[in-house]
């Protein structure tokens, strides 16, 4: 069973599987061993705060985007609030 934790005092239900998935999916175009994935933040950070140069394209970041909407869904699914929900 998924743990279950306290989040503001309201008890929440760990997807555990959702990390498998988060991995799965980045695995599609990126590496996913080491720390790559705390890399890839950091290679959007740097994009973002130093800017892309004028003549560079969406391929130039198509990984990195695509690693953000990833984030986006595991972070969407990996904590249920068990009020409300049949998990209890």
Same mark, same amino acid.
């Given at each position: ?18 990390? %498998?998935?988060?991995? &799965? #999916?980045?695995? +599609?175009?990126?590496?996913? @061993?080491? *720390? ?5 933040? %950091?290679?959007?950070? &740097? #994009?973002?705060? +130093?800017?892309?140069?004028? @003549?560079? *394209? ?5 990984? %990195? ?24």
């Amino acid at each position: 069973m998924d743990p279950i934790i306290n989040i503001d005092g309201e008890p929440c239900f760990v997807n555990v599987k959702e990390y %498998q998935n988060f991995v &799965d #999916q980045c695995r +599609d175009f990126m590496e996913v @061993d080491g *720390n790559s994935l705390q890399v890839m933040t %950091q290679i959007i950070s &740097d #994009q973002l705060i +130093d800017g892309l140069t004028d @003549d560079a *394209n969406i391929n130039d970041i198509r990984a %990195q985007l695509k690693f953000l909407r990833e984030v986006g869904f595991f972070l969407r699914g990996i904590v249920t609030p068990l009020v409300g929900s049949d998990l209890r």
